[in-house]
C-alpha cells in the first residue's frame, strides 16, 4: 500500500513569514495526525483529526497554527507567522482508526526558519 | 501532564555488543509502543505490547511491559550496523479514548563496526 505522503520535503523561510505543509495520509485511515520534531526530541502532538473533526488540538499554538482536513483526507497545516523556534520537522501520521496503533508516519516537511 | 523518559539519551557500542534502552511514564499506560527512526528518516513502528508484564521478540530484538504498565525496555542483542538510528517509545494514558500518544525523547544508538 502507498504509504503517507507529504510535501513539501524541505522549506526555509524567513520569520513572521507564512508556510503550509500538506498531507496525504494512507487510504481508508480516518485518524490524521500532526507531529512537531524539534531536533534532539521526541515527535510532539499538534492536532489529530478523526475523519475530518478536530479530537485533540490541545498543544496546538492557535495563535500562529491552523489546520485542516477537508473530506476528511488530506491535510493541510499552516503556520502564519512563522518563528525561529518553530525550526523542526514536520510529520504527518495516519492510523484506521484513534486506537488503532502503529502508525505510519510520512516523510516529514524540515522547516528551517531564518 | 504526562511524561514519558527514556535513557540513556546516547549509546555507542562496538558491533556484536548488547543494547538496552529504558522507557518510564509518570502514568500508567494502556499500551507501549516502540518506533526506530533512522538518521535523516521518519519514525516507524516496530511493535506494540499491550499486556502487562508481556514480553515480545523481533529476531534480535526484545520488548519488556513493566508489570505496572509504566516501564518498558528494549533490548537488542549482538547489534549490527544496521541498527543504528533513535529508539522511541510511546504510549497513550489508561483509558484514553483519544489515543493520543505520548513519545520519549528517544536513546540514539550508533554501532562501530
Known sequence: EAGVAQSPRYKIIEKRQSVAFWCNPISGHATLYWYQQILGQGPKLLIQFQN??????SQLPKDRFSAERLKGVDSTLKIQPAKLEDSAVYLCASSPGPLDYGYTFGSGTRLTVV | GQQVMQIPQYQH???GEDFTTYCNSSTTLSNIQWYKQRPGGHPVFLIQL?????VKKQKRLTFQFGEAKKNSSLHITATQ????GTYFCAGPNRGSTLGRLYFGRGTQLTVWP
Open chain 2, 13 to 15: 557500542v562496538q558491533e
Open chain 1, 52 to 57: 475530518n473533526g478536530v479530537v485533540d488540538d
Open chain 2, 50 to 54: 499491550v499486556k502487562s508484564g508481556e
Open chain 2, 81 to 84: 550496523t544496521t541498527d543504528v
